[in-house]
């Protein structure tokens, strides 16, 4: 079964840092892997979308990379600001669905 | 073009009683995908719909829960006889099928069910 797992569950940085932000998944077996925003309260935000094949996305200050087979991936984002602040989750989909993680909790302190 | 449109955004039951989730995808998507998120948890996959048919249902319930996505109109996640436990967000996604398996999902705002 597809576990999804992100690490740190919380991150606090000053404003300005650049930080990574880690997901590992147990079957490698995947059509594609997307990482999403949400806001307290709110729905979810497509951040980026990367394919089995591909091996990174970049849009503006964000970029996410893909070793499908170690099973992980991350997201680096640049020059972090306050309004990055937000839970960050990673999903995989073997097809059919996405397997979800947690999300990473990141506060972005001013 | 619009979003994924969910209602209710928030929907307040009482033990015992039914909520119906309404799910519009985006104008041109022809997959309905409905997630949960109990609170302090990841999102989890409930049932995958295209029009008409019930794709996978392998993450419902087996009881008092129930999904369709008719010919027109929206889809319909229906809870009967609603717990506290069933108190949580739920989310809709939409694809356009035209990809398959390697299209993405597009997430709409979700409703907020609070069971009294």
């Known amino acids: 079964k597809q576990e999804v797992t992100q690490i740190p569950a919380a991150l606090s940085v000053p404003e300005g840092e650049n930080l990574v932000l880690n997901c590992s998944f147990t079957?490698?077996?995947?059509?594609?892997l997307q990482w999403f925003r949400q806001d307290p309260g709110k729905g979810l935000t497509s951040l980026l979308l990367i394919q089995s094949s591909q091996r990174e996305q970049t849009s503006g200050r964000l970029n996410a990379s893909l070793d499908k087979s170690s099973g992980r991936s991350t997201l680096y984002i640049a020059a972090s600001q306050p309004g990055d602040s937000a839970t960050y989750l990673c999903?995989?989909?073997?097809?059919?669905?996405?397997?979800f993680g947690t999300g990473t909790s990141l506060t972005v302190i001013p | 073009n619009a979003g994924v449109m969910q209602n209710p955004r928030h929907l307040v039951r009482r033990r015992g009683q039914e909520a119906r989730l309404r799910c519009s995808p985006m104008?041109?998507?022809?997959?309905v995908y409905w997630y949960r998120q109990l609170p302090e948890e990841g999102l989890k996959f409930m049932v995958y719909l295209q029009k008409e048919n019930i794709i996978d249902e392998s993450g419902m319930p087996k009881e008092r829960f129930s999904a369709e996505f008719p010919k027109e109109g929206p889809s319909i996640l229906r809870i009967q006889q609603v717990v506290r436990g069933d108190s949580a967000a739920y989310f809709c996604?939409?694809?356009?099928?035209?990809?398959?398996?390697?299209?993405?999902?597009?997430f709409g705002p979700g409703t907020r069910l609070t069971v009294l």
């Open positions: 104008k041109g998507h022809s997959h």
């Open positions: 079957d490698s077996a995947i059509y594609n």
């Open positions: 999903a995989v989909n073997p097809g059919n669905q996405f397997y």
């Open positions: 996604a939409s694809s356009p099928g035209r990809g398959g398996l390697t299209d993405t999902q597009y």
